[in-house]
């Protein structure tokens, strides 16, 4: 039996629906998420350990993924970028959990905006801002930090979740603090619907497109790589800024963000001799990743497409 998920007490969607099964589950992560950060912390050095060591998650694949981007370097510094990514992955995922009860206070004293009117300025122009962010250091404190310091709402394109139970309570921890939330397929349509709407939304656009759907390739981190072009087209098709998101960490628990210029939104921005805005995001990107590797997420088959097999599939 399915039980709606209305019925339980912290609901957000009442299209989702989780098993029974599921419940303890719930109720364990939500107590987890009261433990305060240090505490946290001892877990996800626990974690280390064991996702590293005794399980070895996706080591080939790490190893695989930095040896490829970075060949310059040593086999000792790839093994060191390899085992302080494993370090920091951890630290991110308590990190989430925690955001499951984070208050705005909290929340806005260990994220810091180093330059947010260029953000405020096109806002306040009337415009949607678009974010062009990645999958670097804490990508999911982003947009809730948004929405607790921005004074307009602040969106996000997200993907749901195929497990009933972790689309549920990821919707619940994404949404707390009052980030609002775009589903990817119906992004074009709400685009349209709130053409006019002063806003930022968010879009993490570092994501390896279907094979089928691959319309740009550059070279990124010395190898041939795909790129979604949604935010790109979105931009164009509606006139709209974009801005690259640069995440750092100052600490354990601390970031700073700090928002660059991609375009302006003027049809002179992307006119014929200009570089593309997905051309320009992968640029920035890949120097953000170079001036710390191990902050990037290097867990997924990021290389798993080859241009001329694309290039075949297209013909």
Not at 81 to 92: E, L, N, R, T
Not at 170 to 193: N, V
Request: aromatic share 14%; hydrophobic share 45%; glycine share 4%.
């Amino acid at each position: 039996m399915v039980v709606p998920l209305q019925l339980l007490p912290s609901a957000v969607n009442k299209s989702i629906n989780i098993p029974p099964l599921y419940y303890p589950l719930w109720l364990l992560l939500k107590a987890l998420s009261l433990l305060p950060l240090p505490v946290l912390y001892l877990f996800s050095d626990f974690l280390y350990f064991v996702v590293y060591y005794a399980v070895g998650y996706r080591k080939k694949v790490v190893l695989n993924n930095l040896r490829n981007a970075f060949p310059e370097k040593s086999y000792a510094d790839i093994q060191q970028i390899s085992k302080a990514f494993y370090k920091q992955f951890m630290d991110v995922v308590v990190e989430i959990l925690k955001l499951r009860s984070m208050n705005a206070a909290e929340m806005e004293r260990r994220i810091v905006f180093s330059n947010q009117e260029l953000l405020d300025n096109f806002v306040q122009q009337g415009k949607t801002v678009i974010t062009m962010g990645s999958h670097s250091c804490n990508w999911e404190w982003v947009l809730s930090a948004g929405a607790v310091q921005f004074s307009f709402p602040a969106y996000g394109i997200y993907k749901p979740l195929n497990n009933p139970f972790f689309e549920a309570f990821m919707l619940k921890t994404r949404s707390k603090l009052g980030a609002r939330l775009i589903k990817m397929k119906d992004t074009l349509r709400d685009f349209a619907a709130n053409r006019n709407m002063p806003r930022v939304v968010a879009m993490l656009s570092d994501q390896t497109p279907l094979k089928s759907e691959i319309t740009f390739w550059t070279t990124f981190l010395n190898q041939d790589t795909p790129f979604y072009e949604g935010a790109e087209k979105l931009a164009t098709r509606f006139g709209y800024p974009v801005l690259f998101l640069d995440v750092k960490r100052t600490a354990r628990g601390y970031y700073t963000l700090r928002f660059e210029l991609i375009s302006d939104g003027s049809p002179a921005a992307t006119g014929p001799g200009q570089p593309s805005i997905t051309e320009i995001f992968a640029q920035k990107l890949e120097a953000a990743i170079r001036r710390n590797p191990a902050n990037y997420l290097w867990t997924h088959k990021r290389w798993k497409h080859h241009r001329e097999a694309a290039a075949e599939l297209e013909g």
